[in-house]
C-alpha cells in the first residue's frame, strides 16, 4: 500500500504516527535552541522527500516571513529580558526578548514543516486505520469530514460563479454582506441536504452495527520496528539527558547553553531522531539508484 | 422463482393529501430486469424507496410487500441490508468515505469482521469491474461516470439478490450513462441478478429490459414485456405524455401507420424501413430556409487558446467560430472535451491565454464590471443547485426578475408553477432543472448560454423546453447550447458542432451534421441511413416515408 514515494510513506501507520508524535511533543516542549535547531533541520531535510516542489517552496517562503514578523514583535510584547539593546518609540529592546521571539519563531516553523510531513505521509486511510479499533465513529466522521471540506469549498466558488452570470452578483458594502450570508446559509442548506442523501447510502448499506471490520491490512515489518524502536529510545534518551543536564532560561537574563555530558548526550540522540528520515530517505534513494543500475 | 410481490401498496406522504401510490400491484420473477418508468412525480422513487425498508419514505403506507414470500417489514435488517442493494441518482454525496477501497468495503464492514473475506470479496469486484485504476485515489479525484460506478461496485461487494436504481444516470453523461447500463445488463446476465431500475432517458433500457412498469400520477397504467407495453403507450389516451419515451423506430412505425408488431431497437427499425419504404425516389429531407445568409455574429472567438494551469494540457486550442445572432447552437463532444470550458471563456469567467472573444461585436473585456451580465448574457449552470440561495422557488425566480406576473407566467410554461412554494433543494432533479431553466430564462438575455439543459429533464418537458428555444430564437435571443443528447440537438439546433482535440468544427446544419456522424449521431439517422440521405429525426424519417408511399401510390394509379 504505498501512498507516494517515499519510503516514509511505507512505514506502518503505528510507526509513522509515533515517530512524528515523538519528534513534535520533543521540539514543542523543549525550548533549548540547539534542539529547536535540530528539529528545524530534520524538518526541512525531510520536507523535499514527502511533498512536491511547489508546497516546499511557498511553505518555505511563508514561513522564512513568519520568523522575521515573530522575532521583531516579540520585544514589544514581552519586556521581561535585562540586556538592554537599543530604544525604539520609547520601548527597550532587549537581546534576550529578540532571541526569544526567534527561538519560538523556529519551533513554530519546525512545527508546521513536521506536521505538513507528517499529513503528507499519514494519508487519510491510515488514521482511520489506527482510530478504527479504538474509536470507529471517531474514525468514521473523520473520514468523512476529510472528505466534505474540499466540497464545501469548490461548492462555494461555484454558487458565486455561477450567480455572477444571472447578474446576481455580490453587490457592495452592507449588501455584499448580506448576499455572503445568504450563500452561507445556502451552503449549510446544501451540505445538510447532502447528508441526508449520504446517511440514506449508509443505512441502505447496513451501517450502524456495532462490530465493524477493516478492510486495511499494513504490515509490521523490519523497517517498522527499527523505526519505532529508534524513535522511543532516541527520544527517552534525550528526555533523561535533558532532566539530568543543565538548564536553560532566556529571561531574565540569558543562560549560556549547558554543554556538559549528558546535554551533549541529550542533543545528539534528538539530532539523530530528527535527521533520521531524511537520511532514510536517502539511502533509499542511493540503493534504488544501484538497483536501476543493475536493472 | 418469486422474489418480490406487491399487492395494492398505497402510500400518502405526511401532510398530503394526494396518494403518491395508488393500489399498486405487481410481482418480480428472481432474475428480472425490470424498467419502472413515468413523468416525474409519478411516484417512481417512492416506490422503489418503499422496497428499500433501511430508506423508506415515512407516510402511511397500506398494502403489502413479500420478499421472496416474507412480509419485507417483518425481516431482520442484517438480512435486507444485504440482500437489496440500492443505488440512487446522486454519486456525489452516495459516497461516504474519502478514499476508494474505505468505500469499496463500507458496506461489507458492517455485515462482516473477517477482514480476508472483505479484502476478498473487494479483490473481485474490482476485478469484475474493471476499476483496478481507481484503487489507491481519493474519492473526490473520480468523475461522475467513475462516482457511480464505484456505488455500484460498493453495492455488489454485499452480494445483493435484488439490486433497486433510482436513476443512477441522470447525472451522468450518455457514454458514462451506457456504460453503466452496460455493466447492470451484465450483472443481471452472468449472476442473474434481479435488478429494478427507474429511468427517464429509457432509450437502451427499453429494449434491455425484460419488463415495464410505467406509473402516471401514482398508478401503475402498463405492466409488461416491452413489446406489449409499447404497445400499450402508443394506443392509449391515457399513456400520451408516457409515449414520448417510446424508442425511436418505435414512433417512426406508429407514426407511418405500421400494423402488428412494432419494432422496438434500430435494427428492427432499419429492417422495417427497408422492407416499406426503400423503392421511394424521395431520399431527401428539404432543409428549411438557410437563416439569414449574411448574420450578424452574436459570438466570435478568434483562435482561443486556454488550459488550467502552466503544466496542464490545453483544453482549448486554437479554436475559433462564428455564432449568428438568433440562432441555435449546439456544441457536442465527449467527456472532457473542454465543452463547459468554452462556455465558461464565453461568459467571461474564465480569460483566454491568447486570442479573441467578441461578444456581440464588442471585446468581452470592454464590458465593464457586471455590464455583460445584465441584459447582455445569461448561462445555465451544469447543476442546478448552484443557483438555488433562497428559501423557495419564489423568492429564487423573484430576485431576477422583479414582474410578478411575467415570472408566474414563465413558471407556468414549464409547469413549476406549483411548486413555487416549496424550498428548491425538496424538488426532485428535474424539477430542479426546470427551476434553474426558468430563472436563467427570465434574466431575458440577449445570448443564452446552457450546460446540459436536458439533464434529468423527461421526453415531455423536452419537448416543451424546444418550443421555448424556438421562440426566444424567434424573438432574437442567441441560443449557446452544451449537450450529449444528439437527439435534443436534432431537434432544435440550427447548427451543430463537434468539439474535439481543443478545436471546434465548423457549424453545420444537424442534418447534415448527423447524416455524416457514424457513432455520435441519433436513433433517427442510424434507423434511416441507407434508406434516406438526410433524416436526423423521427418527425423527418416519418414525413419522408409518408411521402414515399404517396408517390408509391400515385405511380401505382398512373399505371392503371
Known sequence: ?295 | MEILRIENLSFTYPKNDKKALDNVSFSIEEGDFVLVCGSSGSGKTTLLRTLKPEIAPYGEKNGKILFCGEELSSLNSLKTAGEIGFVSQQPEQQIVTDTVEEELSFGLCGICTDREKIRRRVGEVVGYFGIEGMLGKKTSELSGGQKQMLCLASVMAMNPRVLILDEPTSQLDPISAVEFIFALKRLNRDMGLTVIISEHRVEELFVAADKIAVFDSGCLISFGSPYSVGEYLASSPKAERASLMLPCATKIFRGTGGVGRAPLTVRDGREYINKNFKNGVCKKVVPGAQAHEKADVAVRLDKVCFKYGRERPYVLYDCSAEINRCEIFAVLGGNGSGKTTLLSIISGLEKPISGKVDILGKNINKYKGNSLYRGVLSALPQDPQELFIGESGREEIEQVCQDKEKAEAMARTLEIDGLLDRHPYDLSGGEQQRLALCEVLLTEPKILLLDEPTRSIDAFYKKVLAEKLRALKNDGVTVIMVTHDTEFAAEVADRCAMLFGGELTPGERPEEFFSENDFYTTQAARISRGSFENAVTPEQVIGLCQKNKAMEHERQNEKK
Open chain 1, 1 to 295: 500500500m504505498r501512498a507516494n514515494g517515499s519510503r516514509m510513506g511505507d512505514l506502518h501507520p503505528l510507526s509513522a504516527a509515533i515517530y512524528f508524535l515523538c519528534v513534535l511533543v520533543v521540539t514543542m516542549f523543549s525550548g533549548n535552541p540547539v534542539i529547536t535547531l535540530s528539529g528545524l533541520l530534520g524538518a526541512i531535510a525531510l520536507f523535499p522527500f514527502v511533498c512536491d516542489g511547489k508546497t516546499v517552496l511557498k511553505t518555505f517562503g511563508g514561513l522564512g516571513v513568519s520568523i522575521l514578523v515573530i522575532t521583531a514583535i516579540n520585544p514589544f510584547i514581552s519586556h521581561n529580558g535585562v540586556t538592554k539593546l537599543f530604544t525604539f518609540l520609547r520601548i527597550n529592546v532587549s537581546l534576550e526578548s529578540l532571541l526569544y521571539g526567534a527561538n519560538f519563531a523556529a519551533i513554530f516553523s519546525a512545527v508546521i514543516i513536521w506536521g505538513a510531513c507528517m499529513g503528507s505521509v499519514m494519508k487519510s486511510e491510515k488514521i482511520t486505520y489506527l482510530l478504527g479499533r479504538i474509536a470507529p465513529k471517531t474514525a468514521m466522521v473523520l473520514s468523512m469530514s476529510l472528505r466534505f471540506i474540499p466540497l464545501f469549498s469548490e461548492k462555494a466558488r461555484k454558487i458565486s460563479r455561477s450567480r455572477n452570470v444571472l447578474g446576481l452578483a455580490e453587490g457592495e458594502g452592507k449588501n455584499r454582506l448580506s448576499y455572503a450570508a445568504k450563500t452561507f446559509s445556502a451552503l449549510v442548506g446544501w451540505s445538510l441536504e447532502n447528508s441526508v442523501e449520504t446517511a440514506n447510502s449508509m443505512k441502505a448499506r447496513g451501517y450502524g452495527r456495532s462490530a465493524r471490520g477493516t478492510f486495511f491490512k499494513y504490515a509490521f515489518g523490519f523497517s517498522d520496528v527499527a523505526v519505532l524502536s529508534a524513535a522511543l529510545l532516541l527520544t527517552a534518551l534525550n528526555a533523561v539527558g535533558q532532566a539530568m543536564g543543565g538548564g536553560f532560561e532566556f529571561y531574565p537574563k540569558i543562560t549560556a547553553i549547558p554543554h556538559g555530558t549528558t546535554d551533549i548526550i541529550a542533543y545528539g540522540a534528538f539530532f539523530i531522531l530528527a535527521i533520521l528520515p531524511a537520511v532514510i530517505e536517502i539511502v533509499w534513494r542511493i540503493k534504488w539508484k544501484f538497483y536501476e543500475s543493475k536493472i
